[in-house]
């Protein structure tokens, strides 16, 4: 498909699969341009897309998106048969259970359970701010607010128009109030506050959490287990954003 003013391929309803691919040399299916979405199915009854062999990625997305949000997007579970690698952070939907606002680089710390986000059923945990508490171990770090919006497309069925509406996630600048949801990063790169650092970690400290609830660089004051909360990756600046790019592992 090499341009189409509204889907790229519709597959309004079928039993078996919407679209199959069994072999091919070269794309499976590639489409160009589309004003609205490349590929739409909307009711099968087995697999939506399905890739029986590829010789290169069986699923290619990029975005337009200058966050990169999403390359690809279920509410479902992801399922991964083998090595599942990751060229950013895992992160993980928390709720802001503070009694004031989080702001992105802050290390946080779990403090109960939250509720589940948009439609999902499973609750989410509560944070709020690192403190200089021992028994609450370092979560993860602040990367952005996470809402839930309504989006509403008129789609072509049966010759009619119909309006869909559908929940669509994104993170968005700006603090999380209390009660607010937030993407969390728990394992991989982030940015902290380097306000929040004391001392001056150099790359490839260890950081962790001190007796004021801050990020600092680790010493045997600080090494109990829980508190870590990565390793630097640079230096704080002088002059810049004022944050530090940190290898988030908590342990």
Do not use: C
């Not at 199915?41 to 990625?57: N, Q």
């Not at 701010?129 to 979560?139: E, I, K, L, R, W």
């Amino acid at each position: 498909m090499d341009s189409a003013g509204y889907d790229g391929l519709f597959v309004s309803s079928a039993v078996d699969d919407g679209l199959h691919v069994g072999a091919v040399g070269d794309n499976g299916v590639y489409v160009y341009l589309a004003d609205d979405d490349g590929v739409y199915v909307d009711v099968v009854g087995d697999d939506g897309v399905h890739v029986s062999s590829a010789g290169d990625d069986g699923v290619y997305a990029n975005t337009t998106q200058a966050n990169n949000e999403w390359g690809f997007y279920t509410p479902d579970k992801v399922y991964a048969g083998t090595t599942l690698a990751s060229g950013g952070p895992l992160m993980l939907v928390a709720q802001n259970g503070g009694g004031r606002d989080l702001d992105a680089g802050e290390v946080v710390v779990v403090s109960g359970l939250g509720n589940p986000f948009g439609e999902s059923d499973t609750p989410v945990p509560l944070v709020q701010a690192a403190n200089a508490d021992p028994a609450a171990p370092v979560f993860g770090v602040v990367y952005r607010r996470f809402v839930l919006e309504e989006e509403r497309q008129e789609i072509e069925k049966d010759d009619r128009a119909e309006q869909v509406t559908s929940l669509h996630s994104r993170s968005v600048e700006g603090p999380a109030a209390p009660g607010d949801y937030l993407l969390v990063v728990v394992i991989g790169p982030a940015q902290v506050k380097a306000e929040a650092l004391s001392g001056k970690p150099y790359p490839g400290a260890l950081l962790a959490v001190n007796a004021q609830g801050k990020a600092t660089a680790a010493d045997a004051s600080n090494l109990a287990f829980g508190r870590i909360i990565g390793t630097a990756l640079e230096a704080p600046k002088v002059e810049g954003d004022g944050l530090v790019w940190v290898l988030v592992m908590p342990r």
